[in-house]
């Protein structure tokens, strides 16, 4: 049985017509003000970065198809070709008062794109950060908001008890992307390395498989670094015992904030730069985590999940407040319309 996708005309009165334009219109009108909003927040992040702090935004890209020089036509069909998997990610840091950016790539025959993998693409990079900044407290993770990869409550829980464990993080902050806009310098890295690979293959060189991929990329590539992660480095991040909390408004979390001394995970409708990440957020909180031992005589990897979330209708007003001290009561419209002619 095949589907087929195609248009269908759909007969309405004006009226009709307008009022569901109405309501489209307030959706999108909140879609622009998110995006606007997040970028925004992390180029005043990207911009204001110390010395002790980093920013690393990430992204998988689309698996790389291992390539001969001369193929038969039977190698373009079933699952003769083999395909690596791809996580990149850009470092920025602060260096004698200017922000400097160290692209990575990390290279797995693993095909998994989910929260497990994500840890496991992330532990060689993590464990890089401390040459380049050595006296590293506060780590910004940068990424788009796909729930089946960064956006969930397993990656919140990990990125607290395993990824910021790793280099004695003190301070973890992780932005999530709009929906659809999360498009970076990461997907420019990616899209160097593959077509540095297709340009190795054009000139005469096999590329059959990921170790000779990643022994290539090294030579041909040498600003990127690069590292490979085995099957088995994710399985073992995929039995990982984690306690998962019930969680509500994971979809609109934008921001979730994690600090050592509290151990208490804060998750946001929005990227706030004002507020600290052991407080709770007065402008844009949705729930909070609080992450604790069993008992004294338990490991660091033993936790137990708490969640503080409050119920409450917010209005845009509050949502979309301007950081500077602006007037509360100006209509909602008008608010909007500001956002839009913002750059």
């Given at each position: 049985m095949?589907n087929?996708?195609?248009?269908?005309?759909v007969?309405t009165?004006?009226?009709?017509?307008?009022s569901a334009f109405?309501k489209?219109?307030?959706?999108f009108?909140c879609h622009?003000?998110?995006?606007?909003?997040?970028y925004r927040?992390?180029k005043?992040?990207?911009?204001n970065?110390?010395i002790d702090?980093i920013?690393?935004?990430?992204?998988f890209s689309e698996?790389?198809?291992?390539?001969?020089?001369?193929?038969?036509?039977?190698l373009?069909?079933?699952g003769s070709?083999?395909q690596?998997?791809?996580h990149?990610?850009?470092?920025y840091y602060s260096k004698?008062?200017?922000?400097?950016?160290?692209?990575?790539?990390?290279?797995?025959?693993?095909?998994r794109?989910?929260?497990?993998a994500i840890c496991a693409h992330?532990?060689?990079?993590?464990k890089?950060?401390?040459n380049i900044?050595?006296?590293?407290?506060?780590?910004h993770?940068?990424?788009?908001?796909s729930?089946n990869?960064?956006?969930?409550?397993?990656?919140?829980v990990l990125?607290?008890?395993f990824?910021?464990?790793l280099?004695?993080i003190k301070?973890l902050?992780w932005h999530f992307?709009?929906?659809?806009?999360?498009?970076?310098a990461?997907?420019?890295?990616g899209?160097c390395l593959?077509?540095t690979?297709?340009?190795i293959?054009a000139?005469?060189?096999?590329?059959?498989?990921i170790?000779?991929?990643?022994?290539q990329l090294k030579?041909?590539c040498?600003?990127v670094?690069?590292?490979?992660?085995a099957?088995?480095?994710?399985?073992d991040?995929d039995?990982?015992?984690?306690?998962?909390p019930s969680?509500t408004?994971?979809?609109?979390?934008h921001?979730?904030s994690w600090?050592?001394e509290e151990n208490?995970?804060?998750?946001?409708?929005l990227?706030?730069t004002?507020c600290?990440a052991?407080q709770?957020c007065?402008?844009?909180?949705?729930?909070?985590i609080?992450?604790?031992a069993?008992?004294?005589?338990?490991?660091d990897?033993?936790?137990?999940?708490?969640?503080n979330i409050k119920?409450?209708?917010l209005?845009?007003?509050?949502v979309?407040?301007?950081?500077s001290?602006?007037?509360?009561s100006?209509?909602?419209?008008?608010?909007f319309?500001d956002c839009?002619k913002?750059?």
């Amino acid at each position: 049985m095949v589907n087929k996708v195609m248009k269908e005309e759909v007969q309405t009165t004006k009226n009709r017509l307008v009022s569901a334009f109405e309501k489209q219109l307030l959706k999108f009108t909140c879609h622009v003000c998110n995006i606007k909003h997040q970028y925004r927040s992390i180029k005043f992040i990207k911009e204001n970065i110390r010395i002790d702090e980093i920013l690393l935004h990430m992204d998988f890209s689309e698996n790389y198809s291992c390539k001969y020089t001369q193929e038969v036509q039977s190698l373009h069909f079933g699952g003769s070709r083999n395909q690596v998997s791809l996580h990149t990610s850009v470092l920025y840091y602060s260096k004698d008062g200017t922000v400097q950016s160290v692209p990575f790539c990390t290279i797995s025959r693993d095909y998994r794109h989910n929260n497990v993998a994500i840890c496991a693409h992330l532990t060689p990079v993590i464990k890089k950060f401390k040459n380049i900044v050595p006296n590293l407290n506060k780590i910004h993770f940068v990424s788009d908001g796909s729930s089946n990869q960064y956006r969930n409550r397993k990656i919140f829980v990990l990125a607290a008890t395993f990824l910021a464990k790793l280099e004695k993080i003190k301070i973890l902050h992780w932005h999530f992307l709009e929906a659809g806009h999360g498009k970076g310098a990461p997907d420019g890295a990616g899209g160097c390395l593959k077509r540095t690979a297709d340009g190795i293959v054009a000139r005469g060189i096999d590329i059959p498989n990921i170790d000779v991929l990643i022994d290539q990329l090294k030579i041909n590539c040498k600003g990127v670094n690069i590292f490979r992660v085995a099957s088995a480095e994710i399985d073992d991040c995929d039995k990982m015992e984690v306690t998962l909390p019930s969680l509500t408004g994971i979809l609109r979390a934008h921001q979730i904030s994690w600090t050592k001394e509290e151990n208490l995970i804060q998750v946001r409708r929005l990227t706030c730069t004002m507020c600290l990440a052991d407080q709770q957020c007065h402008h844009y909180t949705i729930s909070q985590i609080l992450i604790k031992a069993k008992d004294s005589g338990d490991s660091d990897d033993e936790h137990i999940m708490d969640t503080n979330i409050k119920k409450r209708r917010l209005c845009y007003s509050e949502v979309y407040s301007d950081t500077s001290d602006s007037d509360n009561s100006s209509s909602m419209q008008n608010y909007f319309n500001d956002c839009l002619k913002k750059p």
